[in-house]
């Protein structure tokens, strides 16, 4: 399948490059740095953007059969570029026809707080992480409100260890604290051929 991965160079996103050329997929890695992909992976195919720019991410968007979001937040302020990117990159899909979307989002928005830990629903969330909470869900608002197949991934906190492909996901269950990246990055390259959840937010971790 013809992948595009918006925030390639993250880590999240170096993870789903590193996975879906591992899986065969012919992918796009777009950034505002997406040049320093190919000196770790050589196969993959770049755009040097911004997602505000709305013709770079159209043109970027055209003749993909899917669209991975591995964008990321600061918990430190509101970033309101990244709300007009998750725009411009629905915008874009709706416009070519583009039907699967696979945004990362993050456990704690929505619904979803109430399946997180006393000490992540009442401390982390309120003191630490409220933009980024905030941002996420602006962004999953539009996403449900497009057109698109979408899924939206909310995973604990993230975390560098290797690759397990052992975890818990779904909706209205219990989850831990922790999921690694790679481990991440392995469900939402399910998502982009299964149907289980689409148009459903599964919270994923350990």
Do not use: C
């Not at 065969?24 to 911004?50: C, I, K, M, N, W």
């Not at 509101?78 to 998750?86: E, I, S, T, Y």
């Not at 006393?118 to 401390?123: A, D, N, P, T």
């Not at 818990?168 to 219990?174: H, V």
């Amino acid at each position: 399948m013809n992948l595009l991965i918006f925030g390639a160079t993250g880590d999240t996103g170096r993870e789903l490059v590193k996975q879906g050329l591992e899986q065969g997929h012919t992918v796009t890695g777009f950034s505002r740095h997406a040049d320093e992909l190919t000196q770790d992976y050589p196969a993959v195919q770049t755009v040097q953007g911004d997602v505000t720019d709305m013709t770079a991410v159209a043109k970027a968007v055209q003749g993909q059969d899917a669209v991975l979001s591995a964008l990321g937040s600061s918990s430190l302020k509101r970033n309101p570029a990244l709300v007009k990117g998750v725009e411009n990159i629905v915008a874009a899909m709706e416009q070519h026809n583009v039907r699967r979307l696979v945004y990362q989002s993050s456990l704690g928005v929505g619904d979803s707080r109430d399946q997180v830990n006393f000490l992540v629903r009442y401390i982390i969330i309120p003191l630490v992480l409220r933009p980024a909470i905030q941002d996420h869900a602006e962004k999953e608002q539009i996403i449900q409100r497009s057109k698109l197949d979408w899924v939206i991934v909310r995973p604990a906190g993230l975390n560098d260890d290797a690759k397990t492909g052992e975890y818990k996901a779904g909706e209205n269950i219990e989850f831990g604290a922790r999921i690694a990246r790679a481990d991440v990055a392995d469900f939402m390259l399910k998502q982009v051929s299964d149907d289980t959840y689409l148009k459903k937010t599964p919270g994923i971790s350990y």
